[in-house]
């Protein structure tokens, strides 16, 4: 039995290595990805470029734009002359908020009355209109402080944990690598029984003396190599290259790698032993994972989504992979809460495994 599972995991890894063209797509992609990932997914809004409409000739209104002019999230300053250019700006999206300084607004400040500024943000792009508004509130707060300074209360000393400085390539890069490692745990394998149904070698492998175990372990094992391989160059291109800090357990993290890995190769086996060309394998796993990556918490909390999606979120491996990765990489997440996220991955790899192994049987009868 180990001698034909052996030579079966030898036989893949000279299909998926010999060829050069399998070489490029196993070794450059993953590379490029999280290299152009890293810097383009991200929440961040930089750069951005904001309209003034100041009706205001006093020094407290020039005060308060040049509070803007030397904030680095806001860039450019687009001055307009009068209301009616407020519509145009932001119906041509030449910028996402326009402030709005009143003519009385340096009176009221040196008269100690209350005053305010408005704010108008592009609702059409509702997740940047809400993140540029904090920026903007909290110049205004800023500068409203420095009218007033003395004060009863001090502000609070905010203390970030785990990412003091919120660089956001600390939450980016680990949650790539699980995404990453998922888009080729899923493919490699989704690939590798259609391109030998395409070949005309899939028919000797049925009349082999290969069980369905035998086949199954035979394809899962290469995938899980080449998987390891890969996360293991990722790994050190976040750490060394991109400087992520990596506090947990190595151990703990090549572990929660393999868990995770043989989880989504189940699922890769499924497809590939549904699809009958290379195409079709590429598409299936195209539509497994673009769900998995929206459900998974990586863009978007999953405590927002509706309760119907967090229960199908739980039956998503890269879900529970993200929070181990993170708690991994930024704060040594000891092995007694790590369970919590490893034996869903066990019980997912089971299940997909289970039911590959199954569907394989299906297909020897």
């Not at 005309?200 to 175990?213: A, E, K, N, Y």
């Amino acid at each position: 039995m180990w001698y034909r599972i052996k030579t079966l995991i030898i036989k893949e890894l000279q299909i998926l290595l010999r060829d050069r063209k399998t070489r490029i797509i196993i070794i450059v992609p993953p590379i490029l990805q999280l290299v152009v990932f890293s810097f383009a997914s991200t929440l961040e809004v930089k750069n951005i470029t904001i309209g003034i409409l100041n009706r205001d000739t006093g020094a407290e209104s020039r005060q308060l734009i040049e509070s803007f002019r030397n904030s680095p999230s806001f860039t450019q300053l687009f001055f307009l002359k009068n209301e009616a250019e407020i519509q145009s700006f932001l119906d041509d999206q030449q910028g996402v908020i326009v402030l709005n300084i009143a003519p009385d607004f340096s009176r009221k400040i040196a008269a100690g009355t209350p005053t305010s500024v408005q704010l108008l943000l592009d609702g059409r792009r509702s997740n940047v209109a809400q993140i540029v508004s904090g920026y903007a509130s909290t110049i205004i707060t800023n500068y409203n402080r420095q009218l007033q300074p003395v004060q009863q209360i001090q502000p609070p000393a905010v203390r970030n944990w785990f990412n003091p400085n919120l660089d956001y390539l600390y939450f980016t890069l680990p949650s790539l690598l699980g995404i990453l490692c998922m888009v080729m745990g899923i493919t490699i394998p989704a690939l590798s029984v259609a391109r030998e149904r395409e070949f005309g070698t899939f028919d000797q492998i049925l009349v082999s003396p290969l069980s369905s175990t035998e086949i199954l372990i035979g394809k899962t094992v290469p995938s899980l190599l080449i998987g390891l391989a890969q996360a293991t160059g990722m790994f050190l291109a976040i750490v060394w290259c991109f400087k992520v800090p990596f506090v947990g357990s190595l151990l703990l993290f090549y572990l929660g790698i393999v868990i995770f890995i043989t989880s989504v190769t189940g699922v890769g086996l499924f497809i590939s032993a549904l699809c009958k060309t290379q195409q079709q394998a590429i598409l299936g796993a195209f539509v497994f994972t673009v769900p998995a990556v929206l459900i998974s918490g990586y863009a978007t909390p999953v405590e927002n989504m509706p309760q119907w999606l967090q229960y199908l979120a739980l039956l998503d491996p890269l879900r529970h992979f993200l929070v181990l990765i993170k708690g991994i990489f930024l704060k040594a997440m000891p092995w007694s809460i790590a369970w919590n996220c490893i034996w869903p991955l066990l019980s997912l790899t089971v299940a997909s495994l289970a039911f590959a192994g199954w569907f394989f049987k299906k297909k020897l009868d």
